[in-house]
T-cell receptor, first 116, second 112 residues
Framework: GAVVSQHPSWVICKSGTSVKIECRSL??????MFWYRQFPKQSLMLMAT?????????EQGVEKDKFLINHASLTLSTLTVTSAHPEDSSFYIC????????????FGPGTRLTVT | GDSVTQMEGPVTLSEEAFLTINCTYT??????LFWYVQYPGEGLQLLLK?????DKGSNKGFEATYRKETTSFHLEKGSVQVSDSAVYFC???????????FGQGTELSVKP
């Protein structure tokens, strides 16, 4: 149990275009989902926290107009990178927190974004 | 602010060697502490956790004890295997289930 999927697993897009990344909790309901960014050989940096049905809370320094987060249901959150630039190339990871039982976070496998 | 500091890697060991990866933290409250593992090409997996002082988390031969007096949560394993090669992240959460603050990660490479 407690599986989180991300789609796509990797994506290449051209500079100036937008790309959407999906995060799904497959076998549990997630009231809260977190989006992280990981640079090569570095730690995970929390970008934002999203709660189902409400606006996401962004960490300091993260542009909310550039990284649009939607948490429309208890099993799906999306991150849209708008007007992507090469510096947005990174590994994006989501995690989901169950609404029931132990409040652990379960991580998705990540999405590798390359902007050319 | 709250933070986690891990020993720098990469750490290279021979199979069956003893492993210690140091982790210390700074937190204003009473955090829960975690070790996550990231195998090559995969997402993070929770390895073990401890929610209060003196708790010992253990899993797959790995152990870590929550030491409040030294603000540490060092990861240990008595005999590593090649399959343990991965990146290990120490993390804390000051609210149960709240946001995680990660250390920088320590890459472990185990040679046969």
């Amino acid at each position: 149990g407690a599986v989180v999927s991300q789609h796509p697993s990797w994506v290449i897009c051209k500079s100036g275009t937008s790309v959407k990344i999906e995060c799904r909790s497959l076998d549990f309901q997630a009231t809260t989902m977190f989006w992280y960014r990981q640079f090569p050989k570095q730690s995970l940096m929390l970008m934002a926290t999203s709660n189902e049905g409400s606006k996401a809370t962004y960490e300091q320094g993260v542009e909310k107009d550039k990284f649009l987060i939607n948490h429309a249901s208890l099993t799906l959150s999306t991150l849209t990178v708008t007007s992507a630039h090469p510096e947005d190339s990174s590994f994006y990871i989501c995690s989901a927190r169950s609404a029931q039982g132990v409040y652990e976070q379960y991580f998705g496998p990540g999405t590798r974004l390359t902007v050319t | 602010g709250d933070s986690v500091t891990q020993m720098e890697g990469p750490v290279t060991l021979s199979e069956e060697a003893f492993l210690t990866i140091n982790c210390t933290y700074t937190a204003t409250g009473y955090p829960s502490l975690f070790w996550y593992v990231q195998y090559p090409g995969e997402g993070l997996q929770l390895l073990l956790k401890a929610t209060k002082a003196d708790d010992k988390g253990s899993n797959k031969g790995f152990e870590a004890t929550y030491r409040k007096e030294t603000t540490s949560f060092h990861l240990e394993k008595g005999s590593v295997q090649v399959s343990d090669s991965a990146v290990y992240f120490c993390a804390l959460s000051v609210n149960q289930g709240g946001k995680l603050i990660f250390g920088q990660g320590t890459e472990l490479s185990v040679k046969p």
